[in-house]
């Protein structure tokens, strides 16, 4: 604009000395006057045309720029909700019951975690004494870690005392005692535990060999619900360890700006248990099915896996995500940490996500191997770190649903509506196929605009936990149900109107 204006002021001056050179002296003033008017428009006009070139265009430039960020990493639904644990008015301390519950927490850290929340409702419900939970050890991850190891005992002890008695390890005097083994039928009601009490009758300690879902998603009392989420979001704290190593990997992923976590689920065991082989080689999927037939306690041994993708019920590809995230709009420079544990096929089935996003990271890349050191072979501690990346993260995305995608949902949920895409699998096969048959090309605009109005509602906004499928009799129905740790609005999530 500034080149452009002395160009104009230098084409003005040459006319002008030439066209006085060629007018005689008595029409000087009749030019002088012409000059005065045309310099009065310009004076008048120029300005504001300027103006508008100036500031006008870079504005709209900057604010078209910044809404499309907004609407990539932003949640625009955590103005009017914030978290609600605090129990009722009648809500009444703990008594220093004489009988205590035992419990050997099973599965995976996550299931581990949403199991020891509910024992503590369930030790609340029938009036007992919890001891700390005993750790799974004998799952796929073979993880010798102990309660100690993967959270914050003290604090755990400390943050209940005013909801339920927990102590470190039985009385000496009942160390030996009979103990009713009791596994507690899943998704049970208050009414249900009311009636186990009767167990107290003949045993003072009760152990329960397994604590996943022992508890109903709907139907309980608030300040049961609530202390679930005492529990899962303030009591289970992570170890000092754990933490501090969590704390620094989000500090350096933020360091290079707003950051994707990716929970791939490309894993074995979880290609094997879906019965998912698109994309591997005739050999890799041989050895899944293989190792699908050898695992007694997976029910599904023969699986189609066509008619498993169609259906939306396998993991998204590393190739898959890479078209996904790229047609919601993320550019190539974006940084996604990898949530998950060792990708079949290692650094070939990723060649085609990093391909298109070329920074992709994992713990092993942001961390020192001194530094990870002190959490090798010990899955359950490693999975810890992920979950802290995952909950800190600008967008969490998870290729297929599990207990790790759901813990990490609802608490960020909890925290806020923090962003949260969940790809609708189904749709977006259709979607693959059609660009694998040329009917939808890559990166076009319409491949674009069909992804992002297919998952429009699909990014963590506040609804209510989702109840059972309809026509489900009997108990069945209570497996369809939308978990609590997935989506605990609206009991510990409150509105402001």
Same mark, same amino acid.
Request: hydrophobic share 35%; glycine share 6%.
């Given at each position: ?8 002021? +230098? ?23 012409? $000059? ?32 499309? /960020? ?69 799952? *796929? ?13 003290? +604090? ?16 000496? /005097?009942? %160390? ?57 979001? &303030? ?15 989000? &500090?350096?992923?933020?360091? +290079? ?28 999927? &041989? ?19 066509? %008619? ?83 909950? /800190?993260?600008?967008? *969490? ?19 806020? +509506? ?9 749709? $977006? ?27 429009? =509602? ?25 978990? =609590?740790?997935?989506?605990? =609005?609206? %009991? ?6």
């Amino acid at each position: 604009m500034v080149n452009g204006r002395a160009s104009s002021f +230098h084409f003005q001056a040459s006319a002008r000395s030439r066209f006085l050179a060629r007018t005689s002296r008595s029409s000087i003033p009749a030019f002088i006057f012409v $000059l005065f008017t045309f310099s009065i428009f310009v004076f008048i006009f120029s300005p504001k045309q300027i103006a508008d070139d100036d500031v006008t265009k870079p504005t709209f430039t900057v604010n078209s720029r910044q809404v499309i /960020e907004d609407q990539l990493w932003n949640s625009p639904f955590n103005d009017h909700f914030y978290p609600c644990i605090k129990p009722t008015n009648r809500y009444e301390a703990p008594q220093n019951w004489d009988r205590y519950i035992t419990v050997r927490s099973n599965g995976g850290l996550n299931q581990m975690r949403t199991g020891i929340s509910d024992m503590v409702a369930v030790a609340r419900i029938m009036n007992a004494t919890l001891v700390i939970p005993q750790l799974d050890k004998r799952s *796929f991850w073979q993880d010798s870690s102990t309660f100690t190891d993967i959270f914050d005992e003290r +604090h755990f002890i400390s943050t209940l005392q005013g909801d339920v008695r927990i102590v470190k390890q039985l009385p000496k /005097e009942l %160390e030996s005692a009979s103990r009713a083994r009791k596994h507690f039928t899943t998704w049970s009601s208050m009414s249900y535990y009311e009636e186990m009490t009767q167990l107290w009758r003949d045993y003072q300690v009760i152990h329960v060999p397994k604590s996943d879902s022992r508890l109903a998603n709907n139907g309980l009392p608030l300040d049961i619900q609530r202390l679930r989420c005492r529990t899962l979001y &303030e009591a289970l704290r992570f170890s000092p360890q754990i933490e501090d190593m969590g704390k620094k990997l989000v &500090e350096r992923l933020k360091s +290079h700006g707003r950051y994707i976590a990716l929970h791939l689920r490309y894993e074995k065991d979880m290609l094997s248990f879906t019965g998912c082989s698109y994309g591997l080689t005739e050999t890799q999927a &041989e050895e899944l099915r293989i190792m699908r037939e050898n695992t007694n306690h997976w029910k599904m041994k023969k699986i189609n896996s066509t %008619e498993q993708r169609i259906g939306g019920y396998c993991p998204l590809t590393p190739k898959e995500v890479g078209i996904f995230l790229q047609a919601l709009g993320y550019p190539p420079s974006t940084w996604i940490y990898i949530a998950a544990g060792e990708i079949y096929g290692g650094d070939v089935h990723l060649l085609e996500l990093r391909s298109r996003f070329p920074n992709l990271v994992f713990k092993e890349t942001v961390a020192t191997p001194d530094e990870l050191k002190s959490f090798a072979d010990h899955a359950s501690q490693t999975a810890a770190l992920d979950y802290i990346v995952s909950v /800190e993260s600008d967008v *969490f995305v998870p290729s297929y649903s599990g207990n790790m995608a759901r813990a990490v949902e609802g608490h960020r949920r909890f925290l806020g +509506h923090r962003k949260t895409i969940s790809p609708y699998r189904k749709g $977006l096969v259709e979607v693959f196929d059609k660009i694998e048959r040329g009917e939808l090309k890559e990166g076009s605009s319409s491949l674009s605009s069909l992804v992002t109005r297919m998952h429009k =509602f699909r990014q963590g906004a506040p609804r209510k936990r989702e109840g059972a499928l309809p026509g489900i009799k009997g108990r069945g129905r209570f497996r369809t149900e939308e978990g =609590f740790y997935e989506n605990p =609005f609206p %009991e510990c999530i409150c509105h402001k109107k």
